[in-house]
């Protein structure tokens, strides 16, 4: 095979090396092969790689690095160990090259000990609104701990809210957080009537209760506009009714020492507010609207029968008159349908007897209302207020024979399960009791 042809830059370098470096020397044959090894050109070292240290051995048996050492040993064009360990400039004073020095970033000192100013305080106390923020918060995922919880954050908000500037930020804390999140208008009422019960701080402008109407009645007086708003206009006021409904059943004002009354400044907001929402029946109004009066209607109601007002007869007229004319769609109409039908049945009340021991089949209508419901052999239903009730239910006792075995000393009832058992039944109840009985011995 011809040893001339031009290969690969070190392809094949040790296929016939020398053992011994004189043998290059030696012959004519092999002065030959050193004059066509010593044509190549000795391969230089990647810029990248950092240079070999004098004596290095290399420890893999690279038997290319040794067969370029046994050429240039025998050559003059071969390049002194120094040179051969110098590197190029510009990859000796790149910062990218393994000989850079270490890296570090302009203004730090690596062997410097950080110090800490001690006037310097890394913890700060949560503000008064934060920790009213997080017990909000905490109530609208946990509304069970409401009675566990509130006189706690109480006593706090007592010592915290000393000016006129913090309550009024909490009345819009609390105001904000109730109308936000629809499922919290509930709790959130409920704080506000406790609040304004046991909060004392109050300042000239007025105390807490006094400060919630005032917030409210902001956005009673932008009613007319927000019914006819954008969606997220109406939706905002739509959270801010159901909230002032849920505010007017739970915010108790106490005089003297009779019973707690409720705020009657709510009460005709409530009527003025759903008069609002029923000039423009759209449908995002026609809903808010059957959801107040779902909520409140039973109190409104009686309320209203107790003074001689006609609100609600007016509200209902209102809402038959919009079925008749207003381009509602058929799930508005059926629910405005079903409140008609609601509040004709005295909101889904039963009224009880006045005295149960005076209550009879002729002066109660509900006297049988829990009674069963049984059937005769024919399928024939009948309850206790059937005048042939007695008779029937006598019958169905005969036909069943429930007392066709009693113990006479004891009263017990003594049944032949076996008799009414199914085979396989039977065979199934017999290595039950044997199971049993095998693990009560062991």
Not at 15 to 32: F, V
Not at 61 to 80: E, F, I, L, P, V
Not at 198 to 225: A, I, M
Request: include cysteine; glycine fraction near 6%.
């Amino acid at each position: 095979m011809n040893h001339n042809f031009d290969r690969a830059p070190g392809a094949e370098r040790t296929r016939n090396p020398p053992t011994d470096p004189g043998a290059m020397s030696a012959g004519g044959d092999g002065d030959a092969k050193a004059k066509i090894f010593n044509q190549r050109e000795p391969l230089r070292q990647p810029r990248t790689s950092p240079p070999f240290a004098d004596g290095a051995v290399s420890t893999t048996g690279d038997c290319k690095r040794q067969s370029n050492s046994q050429q240039n040993a025998n050559t003059n064009s071969m390049s002194s160990p120094k040179e051969r360990h110098e590197v190029d400039p510009v990859v000796k004073s790149s910062k990218l090259s393994a000989n850079a020095p270490e890296f570090v970033p302009s203004g730090f000192n690596l062997y410097e000990e950080p110090t800490y100013d001690d006037s310097e305080e890394y913890y700060s106390e949560p503000t008064l609104a934060e920790m009213v923020t997080d017990f909000l918060g905490h109530l609208s995922s946990s509304p069970g701990s409401f009675e566990s919880d509130v006189e706690y954050i109480t006593g706090i908000l007592n010592n915290g809210v000393t000016t006129e500037e913090l309550l009024q930020e909490l009345v819009e804390l609390i105001y904000t957080q109730s109308t936000a999140i629809p499922n919290f208008s509930y709790t959130g009422a409920r704080l506000c009537n406790y609040l304004s019960q046991h909060l004392t701080v109050s300042p000239p402008t007025g105390n807490f209760r006094q400060l919630l109407l005032k917030r409210c009645r902001t956005e009673y007086e932008q009613r007319d506009v927000a019914v006819r708003g954008d969606a997220d206009t109406q939706k905002k006021f739509h959270s801010y009714v159901l909230f002032l409904g849920e505010l007017y059943l739970h915010l108790e004002i106490k005089s003297g020492k009779g019973q707690p009354n409720r705020a009657e400044v709510l009460l005709g907001a409530l009527k003025d507010l759903m008069n609002s929402l029923f000039s423009n029946p759209v449908d995002a109004n026609l809903i808010c609207a059957v959801k107040l009066l779902k909520l409140t209607g039973s109190v409104l109601d009686d309320t209203w029968k107790e003074s001689n007002q006609p609100h609600m007869e007016e509200l209902i007229q209102r809402i038959e008159t919009i079925l008749l004319d207003a381009q509602c769609s058929r799930d508005v109409r059926q629910m405005l349908l079903k409140l008609v039908e609601l509040r004709s049945s005295d909101w889904g009340r039963v009224r009880t007897a006045s005295a149960s021991s005076n209550a009879t089949p002729d002066n109660d209508p509900n006297y049988f209302m829990n009674e069963p419901t049984f059937y005769t052999e024919d399928g024939t239903p009948f309850t206790a207020a059937d005048p042939e009730y007695a008779e029937k239910y006598q019958e169905i006792l005969d036909r069943q024979d429930y007392f066709h075995d009693i113990d006479g000393e004891n009263g017990n009832e003594i049944y032949d399960f076996e008799d009414e058992m199914e085979p396989e039944i039977e065979e199934a109840f017999e290595n039950f009791c044997l199971e049993s009985e095998r693990k009560r011995q062991q």
